[in-house]
């Protein structure tokens, strides 16, 4: 890995200014998820704003500049538009060559998935440099009326530089990304697509909003994330416990709890942010990851795991021997 940056909107918005909203209370939100406050972008500021402010800082960690960049990668469920996507809208923000951009649509597993492909692509050699982002403007899909599930999420986005040649046995040891599209109902937005494309009656209806089944997602996302994480320390014949740092998909600290638990591994080891930014989706991973980097809780020669789960449903575990 060559760099990594983070952004998150500065506007914060408490449980208390979401109690005025919807019938909700700080103390319902904090008990069951860990949630104190999220960051909301402004009308103006779109997914890929959030996204190229990520980026930027990525590259200048990196010490890297825009055309050196051969790659890059989105990781998004909330583009700017349907077409084109989020990563030509950065490449034209940071000013990049004529490099192949594409997004990937895995909701919360969604940087997992871009790292993995970042790094199979670069193996490929054809390629030095890829940028890699997770974004979200979660903000725009939220039902404000629905206390089950605004209160859960929250704007920003983080970006890695992945470079090849790195020394080896160093950097990204390995991911495993897998899927369940049979379970895809109990987490989606059904409105806007294909399916259902927009009309007087699906927007009355409330279908362009996020619909989740929390309880059931909760229950499958605590089983798939330990054993992607399992998974993936066992092809690199890594224990848990010689695991230094937890990075978990920031969504529920219950969730992340229970994962702590089963696999014998103390509470200390997952750094934890959703206190203050509630779950941005694809942007959770790399928004911890740096946030815990530039605490200084992650130093080199440590095994970094990375765990997510996501709509589709889609879950994934990557390994690092940070350096
Ligand atoms: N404020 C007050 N009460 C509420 C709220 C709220 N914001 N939301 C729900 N309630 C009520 C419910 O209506 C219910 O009331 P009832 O018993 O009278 O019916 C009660 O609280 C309990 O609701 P549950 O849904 O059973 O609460 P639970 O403990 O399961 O917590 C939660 C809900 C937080 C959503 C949890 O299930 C969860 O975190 N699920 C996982 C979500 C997740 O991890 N998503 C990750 C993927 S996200 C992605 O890919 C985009």
Redesign the pocket.
């Known amino acids: 890995m060559g760099g990594i940056g983070s952004y998150a909107p500065p506007q914060i918005v408490s449980n208390q200014a ?1 109690a005025k909203i ?4 700080d103390e ?2 904090r008990a ?2 860990g949630i104190r406050e999220r960051r909301i972008a402004n009308n103006g500021e779109n997914c890929s704003d959030l996204g190229a402010k990520a980026a930027r800082a990525a590259m200048a960690h990196a010490k890297i500049d825009p055309e050196d960049i051969d790659l890059l990668i989105v990781a998004t ?1 909330t583009p700017d538009m349907p077409f084109p996507s989020t990563a030509c809208i950065i490449q034209t923000k940071l000013g990049l060559r004529n490099i192949p951009c594409f997004d990937i649509v895995a ?3 969604g940087f997992i998935y871009i790292l993995d492909v970042g790094c199979q692509m670069l193996k490929s050699g054809n390629y030095r440099n890829a940028l890699v982002i997770g974004c979200e403007k ?1 903000s725009s899909i939220m039902d404000w009326q629905d ?7 929250g704007d920003g986005a983080g970006a890695i530089i992945l470079t090849k040649n790195e020394t080896a046995g160093l950097g990204i040891l390995g991911t495993c990304i897998a899927a369940n599209g049979a379970d895809g109902k109990i ?1 989606n937005m059904p409105g806007g697509g294909s399916n259902e494309p927009a009309t007087t009656e699906t927007v009355l209806d409330r279908r362009h909003y ?1 619909k ?1 089944m ?2 059931e ?2 229950k499958v ?1 605590v089983r798939v994330m330990e054993q992607s994480a399992l998974e993936v320390l066992a092809t690199h014949n890594v224990k848990p416990e010689d695991v230094d740092c937890v990075i978990s ?1 920031q ?2 600290i ?2 992340i709890e229970l994962i702590s638990t089963r696999m014998g591994l103390p509470m200390d080891k997952f750094p934890i942010n959703l206190d203050r930014y509630g ?1 941005t ?1 694809a942007a959770s991973i790399p928004l911890a990851l740096d946030e815990a980097y530039r605490e200084g809780r992650i130093k080199s020669g440590n095994y970094v795991l990375l765990i997510a ?4 449903l ?1 879950w994934g575990s990557t390994l690092i021997k940070w350096h």
Do not use: E, P, Q, Y
């Open positions: 979401l919807v019938d909700t209370s319902w939100i069951r998820t469920m909701a919360c597993a979660l206390r089950t599930t605004c209160v859960l999420f987490l996020l989740m929390g309880k997602v909760f996302a998909h969504a529920n219950r969730i779950n989706s789960f996501g709509a589709g889609t």
